[in-house]
């Protein structure tokens, strides 16, 4: 195998980077700009704009990759409701690149999506559930989906995720444990959503899964997230609770009351089933892979 990783300056791309190493599998690990990952080596590392076909052209050129993981996206849910355009750019015209140079050289695709792509209101859900975005975001991601489901190169696979976390190099953006964490280890009063349910996913689960589905060539759409569907606020009280911190900090408020330019699925969650059964994908929960969180 040897894989091209985009958006490999995220956390979940560095996931990858990392159990690749671990496995001595190849790989070319690529963002837009310089490499922020020190446990990323240089020598593996290119820039790369996935809204510029010629440039996943450029790259691909003489290297004989067998896949593609695309870890890259747009995925402030406000910031896309304010910037339609940069959205689409990202997360739909940039998947069309890489879709067609996947067909053009036979390679496997692996996309990343969301269970954003859900309105909330029959969760959990399965694979093959009626979808209906509630936002710009939700909608860029849906479009995306549709670009593989309905072309006519079948050597791909969507994994849809929920609520990422783990730790990083250099991240962009944190993520729910690691703010929540921090919040609470100053001691910050926390108004947090209570009307809000996920699937919070550890990255490394999700990480295994994206190298899985290469190593099986896993077509089709599957659901990976973590076992568990919470509420925010419990979410956040766990933390507090395994970490030994004060979770009477911690109080709960209603979605309504945070006037969010985006609008979020009230209840999600995924059905494993599927991935369970093909890809053999066993997550952790909370607690076992908060053991694994220690800064």
Request: charged share 25%; hydrophobic share 35%.
């Amino acid at each position: 195998m040897h894989i091209l990783i985009t958006g490999s300056n995220g956390l979940l791309g560095q996931k990858i980077v990392a159990q690749l190493l671990d496995a001595n599998i190849s790989f070319v690990a690529t963002s837009k700009g310089k490499n922020r990952n020190p446990d990323c080596p240089e020598e593996f590392y290119q820039s790369l704009d996935i809204t510029d076909k010629a440039q996943i052209e450029s790259i691909c050129d003489g290297q004989e990759f067998t896949a593609i993981i695309n870890t890259a996206a747009m995925t402030n849910v406000d910031a896309c409701e304010e910037n339609e355009a940069e959205c689409r750019k990202v997360n739909v015209a940039a998947v069309k690149n890489l879709y067609e140079v996947s067909e053009d050289l036979g390679l496997y695709f692996v996309q990343v999506s969301t269970d954003f792509v859900f309105d909330g209101e029959n969760g959990p859900y399965k694979e093959e559930d009626e979808r209906n975005p509630l936002s710009i975001y939700a909608t860029s991601k849906r479009d995306a989906e549709d670009i593989l489901i309905n072309g006519n190169y079948p050597n791909w696979s969507i994994l849809r995720t929920i609520i990422v976390y783990g730790e990083g190099n250099n991240l962009s953006r944190s993520n729910i444990v690691l703010w929540a964490k921090e919040a609470l280890k100053q001691g910050n009063e926390l108004t947090i959503v209570n009307d809000q349910f996920r699937a919070p996913t550890w990255a490394d689960d999700l990480a295994w899964a994206c190298i899985q589905s290469v190593k099986l060539k896993a077509e089709g759409i599957f659901h990976i997230s973590g076992p568990e569907t919470i509420s925010i606020y419990d979410l956040v009280c766990r933390i507090a609770d395994f970490y030994g911190f004060d979770k009477t900090v911690v109080k709960p408020i209603s979605s309504n009351t945070l006037n969010q330019k985006a609008k979020r699925p009230p209840k999600t969650g995924f059905d494993l089933t599927k991935s369970a059964k093909i890809l053999s994908y066993r997550p952790l929960t909370l607690e076992e892979s908060l053991q694994y969180i220690t800064n």
